[in-house]
């Protein structure tokens, strides 16, 4: 259940500011258009939590949430909006580039695909530059109350295909329809149960490590 939702701050640039706390981190990125606002209201059921905008690519900044007190969700801004000024694109990518390698709290990112879409250039730049950082990932396919459902099930087997993906890999994911939204919470909260990857144990560490209780685990998106 969501108790609170605070809005810590924005990042805006590679070394400005960014929080200082200790609690697990799970980053949301995408193009500019790809519904993420969307998904996140209806991620935490909060109709305002993240704007949506009318005119893609507005965000340049980074946007960390805090929830019940225990992770951190950050926003990061749409990638891939051809009417941004390329200037503009060359402030977000040391941003999202320098966030992504530098945040020890970071325990995973969720990447948006448009589901009615084949994944972009950019799309394929964000996957490679993630695998060569080696940051969990989760995909998750928007937009699916667009198309009909044997549709949904065509599109995400032939993007599985171009990412080199499994099809159970995604999550088919409905802002309209709340469809997703529950394997979607459950996913991101997996990533904030787990240990940093950038810290990974010796083996004789990693055999006597303890798990703690699962009601000891921190968060929770019912």
């Given at each position: 259940?969501?108790?609170?939702?605070?809005?810590?701050?924005?990042?805006?640039?590679?070394?400005?500011?960014?929080?200082?706390?200790?609690?697990?981190?799970?980053?949301?990125?995408?193009?500019?258009?790809?519904?993420?606002?969307?998904?996140?209201?209806?991620?935490?059921?909060?109709?305002?939590?993240?704007?949506?905008?009318?005119?893609?690519?507005?965000?340049?900044?980074?946007?960390?949430?805090?929830?019940?007190?225990?992770?951190?969700?950050?926003?990061?801004?749409?990638?891939?909006?051809?009417?941004?000024?390329?200037?503009?694109?060359?402030?977000?990518?040391?941003?999202?580039?320098g966030y992504l390698r530098a945040?020890?709290?970071?325990?995973?990112?969720?990447?948006?695909?448009?589901?009615?879409?084949?994944?972009?250039?950019?799309?394929?730049?964000?996957?490679?530059?993630?695998?060569?950082?080696?940051?969990?990932?989760?995909?998750?396919?928007?937009?699916?109350?667009?198309?009909?459902?044997?549709?949904?099930?065509?599109?995400?087997?032939?993007?599985a295909v171009a990412l080199r993906?499994?099809d159970e890999q995604m999550i088919?994911?409905?802002?309209?329809?709340?469809?997703?939204?529950?394997?979607?919470?459950?996913?991101?909260?997996?990533?904030?149960?787990?240990?940093?990857?950038?810290?990974?144990?010796?083996?004789?560490?990693?055999?006597?490590?303890?798990?703690?209780?699962?009601?000891?685990?921190?968060?929770?998106?019912?």
């Amino acid at each position: 259940m969501i108790k609170s939702l605070e809005f810590i701050g924005p990042m805006a640039t590679a070394d400005g500011w960014r929080p200082t706390n200790d609690l697990p981190e799970v980053a949301f990125a995408g193009r500019s258009n790809v519904g993420k606002s969307s998904l996140l209201n209806r991620l935490v059921r909060r109709k305002a939590f993240a704007r949506v905008s009318k005119t893609p690519g507005r965000t340049r900044e980074i946007n960390f949430f805090k929830v019940n007190g225990e992770f951190v969700l950050a926003d990061l801004p749409g990638y891939g909006y051809a009417r941004i000024a390329k200037a503009r694109k060359e402030e977000w990518l040391p941003l999202i580039e320098g966030y992504l390698r530098a945040s020890t709290a970071l325990r995973g990112v969720v990447q948006l695909l448009d589901v009615r879409h084949h994944p972009s250039a950019e799309d394929l730049q964000m996957f490679d530059f993630l695998a060569e950082v080696e940051v969990p990932t989760i995909v998750a396919l928007t937009k699916i109350d667009k198309l009909k459902p044997r549709e949904v099930l065509k599109r995400v087997h032939e993007i599985a295909v171009a990412l080199r993906l499994e099809d159970e890999q995604m999550i088919p994911f409905s802002a309209e329809t709340n469809q997703g939204r529950d394997d979607l919470a459950e996913a991101v909260v997996s990533l904030v149960r787990m240990p940093s990857w950038r810290t990974v144990a010796e083996p004789e560490e990693a055999e006597t490590a303890e798990v703690p209780p699962a009601d000891q685990l921190p968060g929770e998106l019912p």
